[in-house]
């Protein structure tokens, strides 16, 4: 499972369709298929009150140091069930990288993440977080 990314390990959803779609058509060209598919999930909201949920309003300085741990295999420990917040895009994705490198300060890689229009992610990191999710359909994009 490739930990590298914005959360860490885990099932990654969004609840933007366009987003799932373009995640979809990436994967299946990685893998050398050319069916992409977007799985639908509902999700048993009740039963994420029982779940240790960190969640991230915008792309703020506990967002960046937290993917910027992930992304450079830092994170050291896992306490949540569910992550949820911004996800770092192409162009977003430019700007972690740059200030992973020390180009940007972190002051200056939010005043350029800020204005994006990032889409939502969530990633289900244990089996008591995918527990609360229930397979709807599957959509070929």
Do not use: C, H
């Not at 499972?1 to 969004?14: I, P, Q, V």
């Not at 949920?53 to 993917?67: G, Q």
């Amino acid at each position: 499972m490739k930990t590298r990314n914005d959360f860490g390990a885990g099932f990654y959803l969004t609840s933007d369709f366009e987003q799932a779609r373009k995640w979809a058509v990436r994967t299946a060209k990685k893998r050398g298929e050319n069916k992409p598919l977007v799985s639908t999930f509902d999700i048993d909201v009740k039963l994420m009150r029982d779940l240790n949920i960190l969640s991230f309003e915008k792309p703020d300085t506990d967002w960046l140091r937290y993917i910027s741990a992930n992304r450079t295999g830092k994170m050291t420990e896992e306490k949540y069930d569910i992550v949820i917040g911004p996800v770092a895009n192409d162009q977003a994705i430019r700007t972690v990288n740059n200030f992973l490198k020390g180009y940007f300060s972190e002051d200056i890689a939010i005043q350029l993440l800020l204005p994006q229009k990032l889409k939502d992610q969530y990633t289900f990191k244990t089996d008591k977080a995918l527990k609360i999710l229930k397979f709807t359909e599957v959509t070929e994009v």
